[in-house]
């Protein structure tokens, strides 16, 4: 997963998801040079979600099913290698 911002330059490229204890683990590489492991504890998790609106929430599902399917036609439309 890649985040950009707003002029389209990547800032994070998101590598992993773990768990460790009751954190979640983001591992990536940030502005494409260095390694990086964010902790992020349950109540910081709690704090991110409720800076969201209601509208936001309810648009997540969405959002994701969406990514879903785009995902899926690009690697539909994307001939394997060899080919």
Same mark, same amino acid.
């Given at each position: 997963?890649?985040?950009?911002?707003?002029?389209?330059?990547?800032?994070?490229? %998101?590598?992993?998801?773990? +768990?460790?204890?009751?954190s979640? %683990?983001?591992? !990536?590489?940030?502005?494409? $040079?260095?390694?990086? *492991? @964010?902790?992020?504890?349950?109540?910081? +998790?709690? !704090? *991110? /979600? $409720?800076?969201?609106?209601?509208? @936001?929430?309810?648009?997540?599902? /969405?959002?994701?099913?969406?990514g /879903?399917? =785009?995902? =899926?036609?690009?690697s539909?439309?994307?001939?394997? *290698?060899?080919?």
């Amino acid at each position: 997963m890649k985040m950009f911002n707003k002029e389209g330059i990547e800032m994070m490229d %998101v590598k992993s998801f773990a +768990l460790d204890g009751e954190s979640l %683990v983001m591992k !990536g590489k940030m502005m494409g $040079s260095m390694n990086t *492991a @964010i902790y992020i504890k349950p109540e910081d +998790l709690a !704090g *991110a /979600v $409720s800076l969201m609106p209601w509208r @936001i929430i309810l648009k997540l599902p /969405v959002l994701y099913f969406r990514g /879903v399917f =785009r995902r =899926r036609g690009k690697s539909r439309a994307t001939p394997p *290698a060899g080919s």
